[in-house]
């Protein structure tokens, strides 16, 4: 079977640092994808892992460890604008784009 | 850089009868497309993949009667909801990917679909 689990809601501050977690069990792993997501809008790419290790882009970080089926996205210096639904994806053996379920940020003042 | 598009934005149609939502890829060739289905509040769900020039192959669960997939040319694929009910109003996404790599997975901007 296939499962992405990432937790349903998170809250933090405007100005401080937050951690998404992601762990999957899929058939077969060629990536794992970071996608933001605003209200009625189509994905926006965040970032692609395909290695362990950590990718940092900008304000934004992810991390991936292929051996213990994790990942989390790390988003520094937070923004108003954060407040978006975050959504990790695996690219699974069959080419397709697997989503877990999301996780819903606010960023509170 | 690639894009892929979809049309329309929105849509709203009467019970019964059928809608056509088109995925373009405007400048590359994608021998692939897959589509979404996304609820409010949940994710995105996936419902088919679509292969140019073969059948389209459907996730479990999706009623292949219901939701006909075409991909007739390597540039468009449509997915056609048929005999819509007011549980089909959703937001259908498509995707995309180029040279078949996963870092070049591209989506379409959507499709909001009500049915009344």
């Known amino acids: 079977g296939q499962n992405i689990d990432q937790p349903t809601e998170m809250t933090a501050t405007e100005g401080a640092i937050v951690q998404i977690n992601c762990t999957y069990q899929?058939?077969?792993?060629?990536?794992l994808f970071w996608y933001q997501q605003h209200a009625g809008e189509a994905p926006t790419f965040l970032s692609y892992?395909?290695?362990?290790g950590l990718e940092e882009k900008g304000r934004f970080s992810s991390f991936l460890s292929r051996s213990k089926g994790y990942s989390y996205l790390l988003l520094k210096e937070l923004q108003m604008k954060d407040s978006a639904s975050y959504l990790c994806a695996v690219y699974n053996q069959g080419g397709k784009l697997i989503f877990g379920q999301g996780t819903e940020l606010s960023v509170k003042p | 850089g690639a894009v892929v598009s979809q049309h329309p934005s929105w849509v709203i149609c009467k019970s019964g009868t059928s809608v056509k939502i088109e995925c373009r890829s405007l400048?590359?060739?994608?021998?692939?497309m897959f589509w979404y289905r996304q609820f409010p509040k949940q994710s995105l769900m996936l419902m088919a993949t679509?292969?140019?020039?073969?059948?389209?192959?459907?996730e479990q669960g999706v009623e292949k009667d219901k939701f006909l997939i075409n991909h007739a040319s390597l540039t468009l694929s449509t997915l056609t909801v048929t005999s819509a009910h007011p549980e089909d109003s959703s937001f259908y996404i498509c995707?995309?990917?180029?040279?078949?790599?996963?870092?070049?997975?591209?989506f379409g901007e959507g499709s909001w679909l009500t049915v009344v």
């Open positions: 899929t058939s077969g792993f060629n990536g």
């Open positions: 400048d590359f060739q994608a021998t692939t």
């Open positions: 892992n395909v290695l362990d």
């Open positions: 995707s995309a990917s180029e040279g078949g790599t996963g870092n070049t997975i591209y």
């Open positions: 679509s292969n140019e020039g073969s059948k389209a192959t459907y």
